[in-house]
């Protein structure tokens, strides 16, 4: 019974986009965003979890797979973009008594220094820019 709703489902997804990165970032946010509208009923979160969801299902069975490719490379993008913030906030944390940790605006490399150093210049040594900075 289960195998063979297995089946017909394994042949139904045939030609069908399926599960990518973006696919379970938004699952989770859409079971984040159910869970909250749990505790704290606001009718926008529902609202917003299940939007999420039913573009994520739309999303995994659709069968223009360029177009689902094309919101993939944008998505993965958008991340590699954003996660150096997310690192330069974390290591200063993680040694907020030693060094500072700063973002070069033009390669986007994380840059260290000694902390307490005053007002500084500070050179990417991977693209050259320079930045002043208070350590
Ligand atoms: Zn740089």
Known sequence: MLEE?????TIWMQGRYGIDELTKMLNILG???LLLSLIRPLRFLSLAALVLIGFNLFRMTSRNIPKRLE???KYLLFVSRIRPFF???RLNIKDRGTHKYFLCKDCRKV???PKGKGRIEIRCPEC???LIRNT
């Open 5 to 9: 709703l297995r089946r017909k489902l």
């Open 31 to 33: 079971i984040v965003l």
């Open 71 to 73: 919101e993939r490379q």
């Open 87 to 89: 690192t330069v906030i």
């Open 111 to 113: 840059l260290r220094v």
């Open 128 to 130: 050259g820019k320079k």
